[in-house]
C-alpha cells in the first residue's frame, strides 16, 4: 500500500507506489504521489523534494481563493500547474470555506453528510482538471508527479481513483487507499479543529468533522454515480478521459513493474 512521505509539514502526503493491481503488478516507487497542499515546507523539506524524490509536476486542484490564502511554497525544478477540479456548480465546492470566509454550511441548504455524498457524485464527471491528470500521466516522460488539493481528501481522492483504476487497481484496494486518508490526515485535522474551537458552536465543529473525514460512504457515491452513467469504471475512464485500452496500456507499461 501506499508510504507516507517523510516530510513533516506536509499534508497527507503519499507515494502510491507499491499499490496492487489485479494482475499481479504494482505501481512503480517515487513516480506518483498524493498530498495535501505545500505552503508549509521548509527549505530542507524542499531541497528534498527536488533533490531526493526529483518531483516535477504539481497538479494542484484548488480554487484561487485558497491558493491565495495558503500558496504552495514550490521547489526547484517543479512545475506547477493548477487547475480546479470543483464542479462547476456555485452549490457543491470542494473548499473547506467560502470565498467570504464563512463556513460553507451557515450557506448550504445540505446536512454535510448529504453534502458531501453529492460532492463525490458530481466530481468525477466533465472535470477539465482530471482531463490535465490524464494527459499529464500519458506524457511525462517517467518524470514524478504529485496531485493534491487542500488536505489531499476530495478532489485528490477522486484524481487518485481515477489514476488507480487506469492502472488496473481493483475497487478495494482503491476504497482501501483513499480510506487511509482517514488516518495520514488525523493530526493536522485535529490541530485545524482545535485551532477553531472557540470560533465554532458544537454543532458547528460536528459538521467540520465530518467534511474532514474521509469516508466509504463519500467515495462509493463517487462509484455508484460512475456505474449509473457508464455501467462500468472502464467506460467511464474511456468516454470521459479518453483512457481506452490503448491508453491504459501505455500507463501501465510507464508506471508498473
Same mark, same amino acid.
Given at each position: 500500500?501506499?508510504?507516507?512521505?517523510?516530510?513533516?509539514?506536509?499534508?497527507?502526503?503519499?507515494?502510491?507506489?507499491?499499490?496492487?493491481?489485479?494482475?499481479?503488478?504494482?505501481?512503480?516507487?517515487?513516480?506518483?504521489?498524493?498530498?495535501?497542499? *505545500?505552503?508549509?515546507?521548509?527549505?530542507? $523539506?524542499?531541497?528534498?523534494?527536488?533533490?531526493? =524524490?526529483?518531483?516535477? @509536476?504539481?497538479? +494542484? %486542484?484548488?480554487?484561487?481563493?485558497?491558493?491565495?490564502?495558503?500558496?504552495?511554497?514550490?521547489?526547484?525544478?517543479?512545475?506547477?500547474?493548477?487547475?480546479?477540479?470543483?464542479?462547476?456548480?456555485?452549490?457543491?465546492?470542494?473548499?473547506?470555506?467560502?470565498?467570504?470566509?464563512?463556513?460553507?454550511?451557515?450557506?448550504?441548504?445540505?446536512?454535510?453528510?448529504?453534502?458531501?455524498?453529492?460532492?463525490?457524485?458530481?466530481?468525477?464527471?466533465?472535470?477539465?482538471?482530471?482531463?490535465?491528470?490524464?494527459?499529464?500521466?500519458?506524457?511525462?516522460?517517467?518524470?514524478?508527479?504529485?496531485?493534491?488539493?487542500?488536505?489531499?481528501?476530495?478532489?485528490?481522492?477522486?484524481?487518485?481513483?481515477?489514476?488507480? *483504476?487506469?492502472?488496473?487497481?481493483?475497487? $478495494?484496494?482503491?476504497?482501501?487507499?483513499?480510506? =487511509?486518508?482517514?488516518? @495520514?490526515?488525523? +493530526? %493536522?485535522?485535529?490541530?485545524?479543529?482545535?485551532?477553531?474551537?472557540?470560533?465554532?458552536?458544537?454543532?458547528?465543529?460536528?459538521?467540520?468533522?465530518?467534511?474532514?473525514?474521509?469516508?466509504?460512504?463519500?467515495?462509493?457515491?463517487?462509484?455508484?454515480?460512475?456505474?449509473?452513467?457508464?455501467?462500468?469504471?472502464?467506460?467511464?475512464?474511456?468516454?470521459?478521459?479518453?483512457?481506452?485500452?490503448?491508453?491504459?496500456?501505455?500507463?501501465?507499461?510507464?508506471?508498473?513493474?
Amino acid at each position: 500500500m501506499t508510504s507516507v512521505v517523510p516530510i513533516k509539514n506536509g499534508i497527507n502526503f503519499r507515494d502510491l507506489g507499491g499499490i496492487k493491481t489485479s494482475d499481479g503488478r504494482q505501481i512503480r516507487a517515487g513516480m506518483l504521489y498524493r498530498s495535501g497542499e *505545500f505552503s508549509r515546507l521548509n527549505d530542507d $523539506e524542499k531541497d528534498f523534494l527536488s533533490d531526493e =524524490l526529483n518531483l516535477h @509536476y504539481v497538479l +494542484d %486542484y484548488r480554487d484561487q481563493h485558497e491558493i491565495d490564502r495558503h500558496p504552495d511554497n514550490l521547489w526547484n525544478n517543479s512545475q506547477y500547474i493548477n487547475i480546479p477540479a470543483n464542479p462547476l456548480s456555485d452549490e457543491f465546492t470542494a473548499s473547506l470555506t467560502s470565498e467570504q470566509g464563512k463556513d460553507i454550511f451557515v450557506l448550504k441548504k445540505y446536512s454535510p453528510f448529504d453534502f458531501m455524498v453529492k460532492l463525490y457524485q458530481l466530481l468525477p464527471f466533465n472535470n477539465l482538471a482530471y482531463k490535465k491528470l490524464t494527459s499529464l500521466l500519458l506524457n511525462a516522460n517517467g518524470r514524478p508527479l504529485v496531485q493534491h488539493c487542500a488536505v489531499g481528501k476530495d478532489r485528490t481522492g477522486i484524481g487518485v481513483a481515477l489514476t488507480l *483504476f487506469a492502472l488496473g487497481v481493483s475497487e $478495494e484496494i482503491v476504497m482501501q487507499d483513499y480510506l =487511509l486518508t482517514e488516518r @495520514y490526515l488525523n +493530526d %493536522y485535522r485535529e490541530a485545524v479543529l482545535s485551532e477553531n474551537k472557540s470560533k465554532l458552536s458544537p454543532e458547528e465543529l460536528e459538521k467540520h468533522k465530518i467534511i474532514f473525514a474521509a469516508k466509504k460512504e463519500f467515495l462509493t457515491a463517487a462509484i455508484e454515480e460512475i456505474k449509473k452513467r457508464y455501467d462500468t469504471i472502464d467506460n467511464w475512464l474511456a468516454k470521459e478521459y479518453q483512457l481506452d485500452d490503448k491508453n491504459k496500456k501505455i500507463l501501465q507499461d510507464i508506471y508498473l513493474i
